[in-house]
């Protein structure tokens, strides 16, 4: 029975994707080196482990909206699931390498995304926690299947500048955001009573407006 370990090796954006794509380039290994490997069929859970870093100042102011006030981070201060990707691995025996495309989001409404946004360099710690399927030969040349075991997993310092190169090529000096339907309506009602031609305008002068409100008005 095959007794496969993982390790990242290196993470790159994906250039010309639908959609922002980092790959994760992944070692294989058996430990079995002449056994043949017919299939695998990965499933990938990859989380943040945002208590594994340190943090400046500016990267604590920014990261408010996702643990609270520093001086609460011995409570609030965990990891967070970013996403699940899928990746077939095809006949092999000993070593591969496999790339992992993992799917990112700029909307603001997900947590993983205020993350990547609040920490502005240096690297971010990943656990990838592995299961699913491996298809392999025995000595006998039968074809045999079994899981991943559940303990399967790797660890990989991910550069932040990675995802800040991908979301630059991206959306250039943009973010998204998500509103509910009423909010989205209020605002688009406000920029059209009002002649305001963009969005950013429309933003812009809601924010002198309430800049100028008295404080606890």
Same mark, same amino acid.
Not at 151 to 177: C, G, H, I, K
């Given at each position: $029975? ?9 993470? /790159?954006?994906?250039? %010309?994707?639908?959609?922002? @794509?980092?790959?994760? *380039? ?12 017919? @299939? ?11 208590? #594994?870093?340190?943090? =400046?100042?500016?990267? *604590?102011?920014?990261?408010?909206? !996702?643990?609270? /006030?520093? =001086? ?32 990112? @989001?700029?909307? &603001? ?6 993350? &990547? ?5 240096? /690297?971010?710690?990943?656990? %990838?926690? &592995? ?12 074809? !045999? ?7 399967? /997993? ?11 190169? $991908? $979301?630059?090529? &991206? ?7 998500? %509103?509910?339907? =009423? ?22 002068? %809601? ?9 606890? #008005?």
């Amino acid at each position: $029975m095959p007794d496969l370990t993982f390790s990242v090796e290196s993470a /790159e954006s994906v250039p %010309l994707a639908a959609a922002p @794509t980092i790959s994760l *380039k992944l070692r294989v290994e058996n430990a079995t080196p002449n056994e043949l490997i017919h @299939t695998i069929t990965l499933r990938v859970q990859i989380q943040i482990e945002a208590t #594994r870093r340190r943090y =400046d100042e500016s990267e *604590k102011e920014r990261l408010l909206d !996702l643990f609270g /006030e520093p =001086d609460r981070w011995n409570r609030t201060l965990r990891s967070l699931l970013w996403t699940h990707a899928n990746v077939v691995i095809p006949s092999f025996t000993g070593i591969t390498v496999a790339d992992v495309q993992v799917p990112c @989001t700029f909307d &603001f409404n997900v947590a993983a995304t205020k993350y &990547f946004h609040g920490v502005s360099d240096g /690297e971010i710690p990943l656990d %990838l926690l &592995f299961s699913g399927t491996v298809f392999y030969n025995s000595e006998e040349s039968t074809l !045999l299947v079994a899981p991943i075991p559940w303990d399967r /997993e790797a660890r990989f310092r991910l550069p932040v500048q990675v995802w800040r190169t $991908m $979301m630059d090529e &991206f959306y250039p000096n943009s973010a998204w955001l998500s %509103l509910r339907r =009423d909010v989205f309506l209020r605002v688009y009602e406000y920029k059209v009573r009002y002649g305001i031609p963009t969005w950013e305008a429309a933003f812009e002068r %809601l924010l002198e407006a309430a800049e100028e409100e008295p404080v606890g #008005r």
